[in-house]
């Protein structure tokens, strides 16, 4: 299976600021002035700056020693997943699913794909604001889009398009124009339930009911939901298998500790079910190939002893997400191959970011295990 990242920044899209992109345009310019007029006044510089740009621009670049930093997402959360049977499942609709969807409407003539599977973690507007700018929502020939999610993620998109229930209010109309009848896409929705339901109540929603525990299959592809911790929000990972190779999407999870009590307004029952399902995803994650989990923030920011960007140290415990420093442990303490850390900041700069990514380079090197920062546009063949 193919898995590329669309989206990777949390809680709300962030790119690279237009001075960033300005110093590292004026740091490769004033190299290249350099280079260039060092030979200039050097007896034979001429011809050797002639000899240069004969070259491609490749090694015209590689002569200069012009790197190109990663960049960073970027869009919030989406990852989309091809398989060899050419099946598409995609994870989240943040504001990622656009390019995401230009993308498969562009291979459309060859892969002739007319049905996508789409799911979602959790109702939070960074996982599904992106689904009235995807082009698979209004394509000829239509698509048919299955949407996985929790209760919460199905409610909110029937809430805002009327997706499923094909009944629309006024507060369709409160956020965009946009709802079902203006789509060509049809929806079915299908939620996977974290909860024994009563019968009355799974006959009451326009769409299936599933247990959480029942893996769905996509073709031969297995999806497997499993619980994260995002507070009060329910919030759903998934660990998908096929032709042999696992990758599990675990995003908006927070770990929590006793110690953690005193820091925030939680009880010892939060704290507990954290722990819990933390444990879960320990389990969950074992000898899997790939993996993505939000690490929004470093331990000394989480705790309110640093802040990010421009935003102020404050307690972040109780906000839902992850921390830097627990990806690492339980990447060591299970046998993932290679994990993606993502849902950054949306203060975290460029340059905070690049930073990052060296570190984690660092920490990575002689283990039998990869960890690196999650980017827009990454692919990873598995
Ligand atoms: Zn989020
Ligand atoms: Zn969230």
């Not at 229930?165 to 060509?184: F, G, K, L, V």
């Amino acid at each position: 299976m193919r898995v590329t990242l669309w989206g990777t920044r949390g809680s709300y899209p962030s790119f690279p600021t237009h001075r960033e992109v300005r110093a590292y345009a004026e740091s490769v310019s004033s190299e290249t002035i350099a280079y260039v007029r060092e030979r200039f006044h050097s007896e034979g510089g001429l011809d050797e700056l002639r000899e240069l740009f004969r070259r491609s621009p490749e090694e015209i670049e590689n002569e200069l020693s012009i790197s190109y930093p990663p960049i960073f997402g970027g869009e919030t959360t989406c990852i989309e997943i091809e398989t060899s049977e050419g099946n598409v499942i995609i994870l989240d609709c943040g504001s990622g699913i656009r390019k995401c969807a230009a993308e498969i409407l562009k291979r459309r003539s060859e892969t002739k794909l007319n049905e996508i599977s789409l799911f979602g973690s959790h109702a939070h507007l960074d996982h599904r604001s992106g689904l009235s700018f995807a082009g698979i929502c209004f394509a000829n020939p239509p698509f048919d889009i299955q949407v996985f999610g929790c209760s919460g993620f199905l409610k909110a998109l029937d809430a805002r398009f009327a997706l499923f229930s094909h009944n629309a209010s006024e507060s369709t109309y409160s956020d965009d124009p946009i709802d079902y009848a203006s789509m060509s896409a049809s929806f079915r929705g299908i939620e996977i339930c974290t909860t024994d339901k009563e019968e009355e109540l799974v006959d009451a929603v326009p769409w299936e009911v599933r247990d959480i525990a029942e893996p769905i299959m996509i073709g031969s592809t297995a999806v497997q939901p499993f619980m994260s911790y995002h507070g009060l929000t329910e919030c759903l990972g998934y660990r998908i298998e096929h032709g042999g190779k696992s990758f599990v999407f675990s995003t908006d999870h927070e770990k929590l500790s006793p110690e953690m009590i005193s820091l925030s307004n939680l009880g010892s029952e939060e704290v507990e079910k954290s722990m819990r399902v933390d444990q879960e995803l320990v389990e969950i994650c074992q000898g899997a190939d790939l993996a993505y989990f939000d690490g929004q923030y470093c331990r000394e920011e989480y705790l309110g002893r640093q802040g990010i960007g421009s935003s102020p140290a404050v307690s972040r415990v109780g906000w839902g997400h992850g921390c830097v420093e627990d990806i690492l442990d339980r990447v060591s303490q299970t046998e993932i191959k290679r994990a993606l850390i993502g849902h950054h900041d949306p203060e975290r700069s460029w340059s905070g970011l690049v930073e990052m990514a060296e570190q984690l380079q660092e920490f990575s090197a002689g283990k039998d295990f990869q960890v690196e920062l999650a980017r827009d546009g990454l692919t990873v063949n598995l």
